[in-house]
Nanobody
Framework: QVQLVESGGGLVQAGGSLRLFCAAS????????MAWFRQAPGKEREFVAT????????DYADSVKGRFTISRDNAKNTVSLQMNSLKPEDTAVYYC????????????????WGQGTQVTVSS
């Protein structure tokens, strides 16, 4: 069982930066692939980024490549998402997710989810 708690969301102007954090409970965090998804009002949940259990494999949605960076610290049971050059279309609730096994951009792959943190980018 893994419990996930996101933090770091907020309001930022276009072009600005935010760093999201996801703190995980449990002693087996290093066994889980982690991911960030986001959901804007009236839209489906969308893949943002994922990182393998060791951190050796990473994948990003095309819409965030070159602007967002996912990383993890297995010693601290945390995963983060550094978001730079933010755009109004990045506005959404951002969710952290965990899955045993490899990485995936499919939300159905992930077993555990956090409660989400709101990111709002003003133009």
């Amino acid at each position: 069982q893994v419990q996930l708690v996101e933090s770091g969301g907020g309001l930022v102007q276009a072009g600005g930066s935010l760093r999201l954090f996801c703190a995980a409970s449990g002693r087996t965090f290093s066994s889980y692939a982690m991911a960030w998804f986001r959901q804007a009002p009236g839209k489906e949940r969308e893949f943002v980024a994922t990182i393998s259990s060791s951190g050796g494999r990473i994948d990003y949605a095309d819409s965030v490549k070159g602007r967002f960076t996912i990383s993890r610290d297995n010693a601290k049971n945390t995963v983060s998402l550094q978001m730079n050059s933010l755009k109004p279309e990045d506005t959404a609730v951002y969710y952290c997710a965990a899955a045993l096994g490899g990485i995936s951009n499919n939300p159905n792959w992930y077993e555990y989810w956090g409660q989400g943190t709101q990111v709002t980018v003003s133009s």
